[in-house]
């Protein structure tokens, strides 16, 4: 069993498909074929299941997805190890962020680990919660902003920040009041993430605790588009107060907070727990923290963050 066919392996198992695996790994289709045909020979098993243009995993496939991430992953820490010997700052850092903290934290976090770290590749995919824990453990990331806690003994964890949630309306919304009640939100449709989504039910529980089941009438995925949703009157929405302030300006939109309780969850960076962290990961975390600080983020145990006026 060569490392080139767990790659190529890996390569058909993320893309669902031999034809952009191929493209992926910048092989031709048949020579890729022949690897993974090879490598189903070797553990006696089909690894996949031809769909007509797509594949699937069997389940022999699964476990091996599982195992050949966990092998080159260990591999790679350990180039990238003996590289910080030799005193090059090069390799890869693969990072998972929260789709809202993605769009205020990462571009100024990007520019000042770009300046340290000019020959490390840095990929930083937007994604929930949950899909960032799963990559984690399944060795497709090596760090993950995301929503704590994370009740996984094989994760170790990082508390950056509390993230406070605010109601959003349009302009013309009334009343027109600066702070509303939770209880109160049973009385207004609400465009919120799925029920599935990490966020979707940490409101909800904030919405238990205060005694009130909201009245959730439209469901999406993505942040822009829940806000363009309650710009056009679909009714209001709860998000982070950092990635609102970011947008509030000519989107007509207006903030309300929240209180009784003022929700709020805490956000931090998590890893494996066993894993090395290089010096580029460990970079990445002092970055979070500075970048906070010049966000005016107050760390999460000083309790609510501090944001500048968007005025």
Do not use: W
């Not at 553990?43 to 080159?72: K, M, N, S, W, Y």
């Not at 013309?172 to 799925?194: E, I, S």
């Amino acid at each position: 069993m060569e490392m080139r066919q767990l790659r190529y392996f890996l390569a058909v198992a993320e893309q669902q498909s031999f034809t952009r695996a191929a493209e992926a790994v910048h092989v031709s289709q048949p020579s890729l074929s022949v690897q993974i045909a090879a490598l189903e020979d070797e553990v006696g098993l089909p690894l996949f299941d031809r769909l007509g243009r797509h594949v699937a995993l069997t389940e022999a496939g699964q476990i091996l997805r599982e195992h050949a991430a966990r092998v080159l992953g260990d591999l790679e820490q350990g180039v990238q190890a003996i590289q910080e010997l030799k005193g090059a700052e090069r390799g890869r850092l693969i990072v998972g962020a929260l789709s809202t903290v993605n769009s205020y934290l990462i571009p100024p976090l990007v520019c000042r680990f770009r300046e340290c770290f000019p020959k490390v590749h840095l990929q930083v995919h937007a994604q929930p919660s949950s899909d960032i824990v799963a990559d984690l453990l399944a060795h497709r990331l090596d760090l993950g902003l995301c929503l704590l806690p994370l009740d996984d003994a094989r994760l170790a964890t990082v508390r950056l920040f509390d993230e406070t949630l605010v109601l959003v309306a349009p302009m013309g919304f009334r009343p027109a009041v600066p702070r509303m009640r939770m209880k109160d939100l049973a009385k207004f449709p609400l465009v919120l993430m799925p029920a599935d989504y990490c966020l979707r039910k940490m409101i909800e529980a904030e919405c238990a605790e205060a005694g009130v089941q909201p009245h959730v009438s439209i469901e999406m995925t993505a942040p822009e588009g829940i806000l363009e949703a309650v710009k056009q009157g679909a009714g209001l929405t709860i998000l982070p107060e950092l990635y609102v302030r970011q947008r509030l300006r000519g989107n007509a939109l207006r903030v309300i907070d929240l209180y009784a309780p003022a929700p709020k969850h805490p956000v931090g960076l998590a890893h494996l727990a066993n894993r090395h962290l290089g010096r580029a990961a460990q970079e990445f975390i002092r970055l979070c923290r500075t970048t906070l600080l010049e966000l005016d983020v107050e760390p999460s145990l000083a309790g609510r963050p501090r944001v500048r006026s968007a005025g």
